[in-house]
């Protein structure tokens, strides 16, 4: 099921630039919808993962060199 919520207002990285991708540094951005997802936010770490842990990672992008975004969230 897709659902899509509008974007309110986007904040990028005040040094972030597009020129350097795919090794842009300053690679984030706060996004603000116009309603609550119905999911549930993840909580931010309180301590690195230890090493060979596993872990799951959500967002926009390319997953891969040589790839477009799709703009879809994976």
């Given at each position: 099921v897709e659902v899509l919520?509008?974007?309110?207002?986007?904040?990028?990285h005040p040094n972030f630039s597009i020129e350097a991708q795919p090794n842009a540094?300053?690679?984030?951005?706060?996004v603000t919808l116009e309603r609550p997802a119905a999911v549930p936010p993840i909580g931010i770490?309180?301590?690195p993962p230890q090493v060979g842990a596993s872990a799951t990672i959500v967002g926009f992008?390319?997953?891969?060199?040589?790839?477009?975004?799709?703009?879809f969230k994976r």
């Open positions: 919520i509008n974007v309110i207002e986007l904040a990028m540094v300053h690679d984030v951005a706060l770490a309180q301590t992008g390319t997953t891969g060199e040589k790839q477009t975004d799709s703009g």
